[in-house]
């Protein structure tokens, strides 16, 4: 993979002293050889939007970055949120559970350091900064993106979610929420149905949601009680 680059960016890139100058140039960089991604300073992070769907890199540098001995960063974590979903969040208290603020409008997430491979990109000499961007960026083509790609069509998604994103204690509750407020009410019951094939353990823990559901108890996020109760209060079956 090879992207040519604005001169004043490569030229940051190359000439940059300083690990944060550095971080920041090769961060730059590696979002303009990315589909669509931006470089988000106050963020910390690379972010896609489109329409209200926004998928974000959450980049983080490391603490022992040094001049001249070490400078590197780490891409954190994978992250889709999407602003319809929030604003149906809020319009409905009743259909789902409390979460932080901050992730109000989450859709899925994933720690990018559970996915095989490299996590880390190596900055130190500056004549090896562009190539190890590139090097870097096929990784993520063929990683981050096909993660972020699962979860992008709502036709799909009972289909192709990640297994390790439907989990009792992971994203397959925000998922189910995202599918209805869209409109894929029988893809939701599709993925709820995928979620109880894949987690017969939790069957009882289902059970006790619905029954909080019908008591008018509200379950923590991240539960195996917290999908059962959705799958009573959004009628799933």
């Not at 096929?138 to 994103?165: C, G, K, M, S, Y």
Request: hydrophobic share 40%; net charge neutral.
């Amino acid at each position: 993979m090879h992207s040519t680059q604005p001169d004043d960016l490569t030229v940051r890139l190359l000439e940059a002293d300083r690990p944060a100058d550095v971080v920041r140039a090769g961060a730059a960089y590696l979002a303009g050889v990315l589909d669509g991604f931006e470089w988000v300073r106050s963020r910390h992070s690379l972010e896609r939007g489109k329409s209200a769907r926004r998928e974000v890199l959450q980049l983080e540098k490391n603490r022992w970055n040094r001049s001249g001995h070490s400078i590197r960063f780490t891409v954190a974590s994978l992250t889709v949120l999407d602003e319809d979903l929030g604003s149906w969040r809020r319009a409905n208290p009743n259909l789902t559970v409390r979460r932080p603020e901050s992730v109000e409008s989450i859709v899925c997430a994933s720690s990018f350091l559970d996915i095989p491979g490299q996590h880390s990109v190596v900055l130190t000499r500056p004549e090896e900064r562009r190539a190890a961007l590139e090097r870097f960026a096929a990784h993520l083509h063929a990683t981050a993106l096909p993660w972020f790609a699962a979860t992008a069509d709502p036709e799909q998604i009972a289909r192709v979610a990640p297994d390790t994103l439907i989990t009792a204690w992971g994203f397959a509750q925000d998922l189910i929420e995202f599918l209805v407020s869209s409109g894929h009410r029988l893809q939701a019951r599709a993925l709820w149905a995928r979620v109880q094939e894949h987690q017969p353990a939790h069957r009882h823990a289902f059970l006790a949601g619905r029954t909080m559901a019908a008591t008018g108890e509200q379950p923590q996020w991240h539960t195996p009680e917290a999908l059962g109760w959705s799958a009573c209060v959004l009628d799933l079956g």
